[in-house]
């Protein structure tokens, strides 16, 4: 596989994964302002059923992205099997990288972009989840701080 495809189709699959991470995050947004007049008075059950969903489906977003990945390695025939590339996948992502399974020369470009996606993806996700708690729990923000 060429240099020039694996950037292509790398380039390709982060910008469909980024995508779907947004689009899980701005949901989440949308849902949570609609169900927040409605959760007053808040209890510790709709907390932990508020964070509990948030936490879930930023989760299942991220485990779309690892089948994506996974599946892509396996359609191009750069590891054999099924566990293989979900394994690969996996590590690759979270950017652990044990280097027990490896992808052969023509395809080590397009499995780095797994681990640029797997980066981005979950500085997104603590970028959200930082932003969103002190929301839901409505602890002060920098917005709500008057300036001297």
């Known amino acids: 596989m060429s240099v ?16 779907i991470h947004v689009g899980v995050m701005v949901s989440l947004t949308r ?7 409605a959760m007053e008075p808040t209890t510790q059950k709709k907390y932990f059923a508020v964070h509990s969903a948030v936490v879930f489906a930023l989760m299942l977003s991220h485990t779309i992205h690892l089948y994506i990945w996974a599946f892509s390695i ?12 979900i394994y690969f996948a996996l ?3 979270t950017t652990v990288g044990y280097g027990d399974t490896t992808l052969g020369p023509a395809f080590r470009i ?9 980066i981005l993806a979950f500085g ?15 602890l002060p923000t920098e917005k709500d701080d008057p300036k001297p």
């Not at 020039?4 to 995508?19: A, D, K, N, P, Y």
């Not at 603590?126 to 409505?138: D, I, K, M």
Request: proline share 5%; glycine share 12%; aromatic share 12%.
């Open 4 to 19: 020039l495809f694996q950037i292509t189709l790398g380039s390709s699959l982060l910008v469909l994964c980024t995508f």
């Open 31 to 37: 849902r949570l302002r609609m169900m927040k007049q």
């Open 74 to 85: 396996w359609a191009l025939g750069a590891l054999p099997g099924y566990e293989e590339p």
């Open 91 to 93: 590590v690759t992502y």
């Open 110 to 118: 397009f499995g780095a972009m797994a681990s640029v996606n797997g």
């Open 124 to 138: 997104m996700t603590t970028a959200f989840l930082v932003g969103l708690f002190p929301r839901v729990l409505g």
